[in-house]
């Protein structure tokens, strides 16, 4: 199906209707806001139960004979096992503080994205089925049983949630929606209704080590091209390592970065620093992928793709790891890694082998960001640059979800950009930092299939990026997320054509003075720099 | 559930105003209403409080996920955000005190405007405001009460009331009311506000259910039936407060004569009490241990632990080398153990 036009998606009524309440409402299924169901091979091959073909717009799921039982079962132990669930299945107050924080919500107007709806389609069960007062009065207190249309809903919209948490902020007892969509992926994972967009790549990683599937040869030649690329358009040959033994650092970032337009740059970007500043440093091909759809799935799966990070880390013998630009990869890290897989005392805490700087925030996870570890690079000024190659560029920063609300990482991107671009502009407060809007499409959610619901789901993205397209002339939208550069584009491509997506690190590199380069002609995408650049170039 | 919640809720409050009207009014049992009700009342409340506090604290926490709503601390040179992302338990109380005692969440809503494909945000403090009000104003209204627990009443019970009578004393057109205190008032007032957002935000009243309306609505008859009595239906004051001495000395009669209304204005709030741990308004213990809260956005520092870490299966990199291996050595990939030994 073909997305209507932004004209058309641009009417929304979030006004929901005086008399009908959420329950009786029908659910509507709809081309375009949904993921294709989970591939059942994929399913498989990493173990989770009940892996079976079924259409999510067929009448029939073919769930197993007792599904109510494993999900019941499956939500008794999450409340005893989460304190996060079972308190926000209690204390909601329903103030309505969320409602218009969901860029869902904004996006299609459909009340059951309102985040506060989204919880009751679980509390609402979790009343019914577990609380007294549900069992006596139902309806009153907004109880109602687990029903296969209760079942359909939670898939639904717990697939139209990017985890994203900004619902959290605004809320004055915290509750994280994304904990509730997590709980309700992985009792839809008790019966095998994942979507591919996430089964897939789970599987992949499982087995090749990153989400693309790409086997470790083609890992290389990847990189390899890239290299090739970095040759023509900089001039500097750079020798490529992987799985290489006693290297100093581990470097560990989404596979999409290798894969695809434009991630590839800042993948050249990472490949052009190391090399700028001498770093002792592998890739690996077994830990490829700095992302983690586990997180998407269930904690366990989570915790089982995690794993190869330390695993590799401790079979190299590096000190430390460094990660690349990309969102949910950094909550995990973050929040979930020390915890599931630590302690890594084989590892020392991160010191950064060019400034001294050690990375005290990161002694026991032992993984620094790249753009903590690139600000401290500039700010001691190791890095020669010249930011007026990027003067053609008007620039703002998109921060993303997870580390702008399960991290702070605010400031040391922002740091980076200043230093090699010379226009930056902000977006309009309450759409940055922790108010930052989502792609559209994180948590899995970037399936071409589901698009409808991305051009919507990003539209307040969309929007804010327009304002400072118009006021300010920005034709540059810059991100530190893997996820980010495949949904920001076709976001853009659709809502504001004139701005174009790429990753901080590619702007460090095109800015990135390197010894022996060539007379920079064209930036990493090839593209040709306008002529006064070339010119300031020249005299230097 | 949306508006016909509203109607549930309100016949609701009805039935609860009625039962203790015909009880002492037609059948006497001042016994029943103003000893038996408020101890079975204060029990259910205590118990369910403690019970349902005990259960929360049953579920660990596996993981620390706050929400950071600031600069983390990374380098020195750049500035942290101590309060909005903490990382030590002394910052995390500043946190949660900001939070408990201003609604610093609440405190950043906003209001969006959606104009053809255009999202803009406004400034949306209303709510904030008004639960402030009703919060604060609910307490004083309670600590006040005291003076009817109490005998000698404590110093700043009476210095509560001086406060809250000082301001409204004489205020037009209410001069001839006796000792005007302010808080029952804004209690009123503030709760009416919420009471009405849920009748005319469209979005708000779609997600309102029948126990959203009803606590709202008791307290606002709990307060007006306390100011009734104030002001307006004078119920016989020694004898209440004969009463409620009993109560806490457990030796508790109930005088004659003390007025029905007064009985109504207990039973509503036995109601609440008992209400009180079954309900949302659970949401005030709930509040101390919100994990997106009230913890510190130190987990890459020091590693948290959760007690039921699961043991997984994972894909070893052996297990990866063995089935790559010829493709890896072909690639010039370096392996563990060399491709004679690993083909068949």
Redesign the interface.
Known sequence: MATPK??I????N??????????DKPLEIKPGTFCYAANPKSVDYV?LPHAHAWDPTAEDWKLPPDWKNIVLNGMRDR?????????FM????????C???CHFF?GTGD?RN?P??RA?LLRSVYRGEF???GQL?A????ARKLTEKVLKEWWYYFFQCTEC?RC?????????TA?ITIMGRELLNLLGLNIDWIATPVANC????NHLGL???TY??NAEFLLADIAEYVGVDIEPH????GAEILFITPSGDIFADPGIYTYMGYMMLFDHIGLDYTWS??ASEGGNFGFFTS??MM??LN??MY??AK?LGVKWILGGECGHMWRV????M???N??ANFLEAPKSPITG?V???????K?VHIS?FT??LI?HGKLKLDPSRNDHLRVTFHDSCNP?????????PR?VIENVCNHFYEM????I???TFCCGGGAGLNAGEYDLARMQGG??RA??V??VHEKFGVNTLACVCAVDRATLPPLMEY?APEVKVVGVTELVANALVMDGENERESNLRGEELPIEVMDEETEE | MGFPGFVAAFAAVIVLMVIPLVGVWAANMTTFFGVVVPYAAIAIFLAGLVIRVIKWGQSPVPFRIPTTCGQEKSMPWIKTNCIDNPTNNFTVLIRMALEILCFRSLFRNTAMDFREGRVYYGSAKWLWLFALAFHYSFLVVLLRHLRFFTDPIPFFVTLLENLDGFFEIGLFPFTWLPGMMLSGMVLLGAASYLFLRRIVIPQVRYISLTNDWFPLLLIIHIAATGVLMRYLIKVDITAVKELTMGIVTFNAKAPEGIGVLFYIHVFLVGTLLAYFPFSKLMHAPGIFLSPTRNLANNSRAVRHVNPWNPKVKTHDYEEYEEEFRELMVEAGLPVDKPLEEGAE
């Open positions: 932004p004209e998606l641009s009417q929304v979030h006004r929901p209707p005086w008399f009908t309440g959420w329950m173990g409340l005893k096992r989460f304190r996060s669930f079972q308190l209690d204390i909601c107050v329903r103030c309505g503080a409602a218009d924080k904004i009340p309102m506060v709806l009751e609380t007294l007062a009065m309806r009153m207190v907004g948490r959290s902020v605004f809320c004055p007892y915290g509750i994280d904990e499982f087995r090749t080590g086997q470790p040869h290389k030649e992987f799985n290489r033994k091909t077994y904690n366990e915790k089982r794993a190869k695993a590799e079979r890290i973050n929040q979930y020390d915890t599931m630590g302690p700087t990375f005290e925030n990161a002694r026991s996870t993984m903590e600000a401290d700010r702008a609300r399960g991290m702070g990482m605010l400031e040391e740091y309009p407060e309450g759409t930092k922790e108010q539209m307040p929007s804010a327009r304002y809502w």
